[in-house]
């Protein structure tokens, strides 16, 4: 692999190009970033492959016609679509902070700031789609964006459903989402879609405290589950790791009777989410900033991780202040419905990335455009890092094989007995190789916990 790989553009449409590094990887194909070179502007576009997946039509309609309804700050904006016979593109907002679940670090979770930070956004998209009727019903930190500016991003409308029309409220039966946060009613049918969708939120903000979820299935066959409902739990992780007000937030979300389960408007209400964290000292629970410690216990978090996060921010956590100009977005993917487009023919791709990067292709530069926390640089050759990559992995037995786009791809189970897909992609840059891991199917949590063990493994090679 040469240098050229980071800088491979192919012409989209116009002054549109498309940046050849995959974003991420769906269940009917890639998504793939669209640069505008006058503007700069940037879009993702999610690329469905029909001649491969031929019953993604149906599914595909649906999530369109729900999410080009949306419009709010913490939803991913749907600006447009096109559709030819085998292919079709979405043009969808750009997150350029990447996935909520790179901000995890296993185990340890983020700081209470963030996550305060990040309720409040997650309830506020999740109030706006239950005020229109529609329940998402697949809420968990791979479904969660993150913009450039730190705001969350509510995406991937693929489950999302009308549960609510013309004021009259319908109850559901199907049981749909991601297992761990999958809420226990689900399995029982039907059930009510708010309390649902509230119920993986809880598990997104214990998960976000805590860098762990605290059961694969919530049933009662499920020993950390039953635990928790019998009122068995409070020396187990995760739940010994959270301060008294976060635990009781918890408690009340994760409520397994649904009527009893605390609303969205209670939650907002709830006193952990009014805390005022201190951004220096070790992270306890203080309302307002002036009352006592409400518990000894810290959350999540130990001191010199929080202080090192916040050494070394991955997002800057402030208001939005929006960057893209949507007029020029909406003409231009006007435009491209009725142009010809075209992925096979690579323009000069060097020119133009110097061009519109104003400078060479360097590690930070590279980084900016896509963010990603699951990734490390090593000072070897190209081969001999290969080498190396290819012994861990055997050393490790997990099953690997180069795909297409000759990035490393890696089929494995997690500790949940899921199936857990990753790829690894390295890249020349600065004389230096980077390894570039994204998840492609599983739990973002699980994935995050074997790239740390590779890099561990990787450095002490
Ligand atoms: P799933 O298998 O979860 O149903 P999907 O086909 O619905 O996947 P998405 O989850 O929407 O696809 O996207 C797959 C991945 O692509 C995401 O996890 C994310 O990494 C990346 N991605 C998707 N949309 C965007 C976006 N708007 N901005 C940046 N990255 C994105």
């Known amino acids: 692999m040469s240098s050229e790989d980071i800088s491979t553009t192919t012409v989209f449409v116009q002054d549109w190009l498309c940046f050849d590094n995959i974003l991420g990887e769906g269940a009917f194909g890639e998504v793939k970033l669209l640069i505008n070179k006058r503007t700069q502007e940037k879009i993702a576009c999610k690329i469905?492959?029909?001649d491969k997946y031929k019953d993604a039509s149906s599914q595909i309609n649906r999530e369109v016609v729900i999410h080009k309804t949306l419009d709010h700050e913490n939803i991913i904006k749907f600006f447009g679509r096109r559709q030819e016979p085998s292919k079709e593109y979405l043009f969808l907002e750009y997150a350029e902070g990447g996935e909520l679940f790179q901000l995890i670090e296993p185990d340890v979770g983020m700081p209470s700031g963030s996550v305060q930070?990040?309720?409040?956004?997650?309830?506020?998209?999740l109030k706006y789609l239950h005020t229109k009727g529609i329940t998402h019903r697949d809420i968990k930190p791979e479904n969660i964006l993150?913009?450039?500016?730190?705001?969350?991003?509510?995406?991937?409308?693929?489950?999302?459903t009308y549960f609510r029309f013309k004021g009259k409220e319908r109850w559901l039966d199907k049981k749909c989402g991601t297992k761990p946060y999958l809420a226990p009613e689900v399995f029982l049918r039907p059930y009510r879609a708010e309390p649902a969708d509230l119920w993986s939120c809880g598990i997104v903000f214990v998960a976000m405290l805590t860098g762990e979820l605290p059961w694969s299935l919530a049933t009662d066959e499920n020993a950390e589950f039953n635990q928790w409902n019998n009122d068995m739990y409070i020396l187990n992780t995760p739940w010994s790791k959270l301060g008294y007000m976060a635990l009781s937030l918890a408690r009340k979300i994760l409520q397994v009777d649904p009527k009893k389960r605390l609303t969205l408007d209670e939650i907002e209400r709830q006193p952990w989410m009014h805390v005022h964290f201190n951004a220096e000292a070790p992270e306890e629970d203080t309302v307002d900033g002036t009352s006592e410690p409400r518990c000894k216990r810290y959350n999540s978090m130990v001191a010199e991780e929080t202080i090192l996060n916040r050494e070394k921010p991955t997002v800057t956590l402030s208001q939005p202040n929006s960057s893209l100009r949507q007029s020029t977005i909406m003409q231009t993917v006007k435009t491209t419905s009725n142009d010809h487009l075209c992925f096979s023919q690579p323009t000069q791709n060097d020119n133009w990335m110097v061009q519109f990067t104003q400078s060479p292709i360097t590690k930070d530069n590279f980084d900016n455009l896509i963010k990603r926390m699951t990734r490390f640089?090593?000072?070897?050759?190209?081969?001999?890092?290969m080498e190396t990559l290819c012994s861990i992995l055997d050393s490790l037995h997990l099953t690997w094989s180069v795909d297409v786009n000759r990035a490393v791809s890696i089929t494995t189970t997690d500790s949940l007995?899921?199936?857990?897909?990753?790829?690894?992609?390295?890249?020349?840059?600065?004389?230096?190789?980077?390894?570039?891991?994204?998840?492609?199917?599983?739990?973002?949590?699980?994935?995050?916990?074997?790239?740390?063990?590779?890099?561990?493994?990787?450095?002490?090679?």
């Not at 930070?117 to 998209?125: D, E, S, T, W, Y």
């Not at 993150?146 to 999302?160: P, Q, R, T």
């Not at 640089?377 to 890092?385: A, D, H, I, L, P």
């Open 117 to 125: 930070l990040f309720m409040k956004q997650l309830l506020c998209g």
């Open 48 to 50: 469905i492959n029909h």
């Open 377 to 385: 640089y090593v000072s070897m050759t190209k081969e001999r890092t």
């Open 417 to 461: 007995k899921n199936q857990l897909i990753f790829k690894i992609n390295l890249i020349e840059m600065d004389k230096k190789i980077l390894l570039d891991f994204r998840l492609c199917k599983g739990c973002g949590l699980q994935f995050k916990r074997k790239f740390l063990k590779l890099k561990e493994y990787f450095i002490n090679n």
């Open 146 to 160: 993150i913009s450039a500016e730190g705001v969350l991003k509510i995406s991937d409308f693929g489950m999302a």
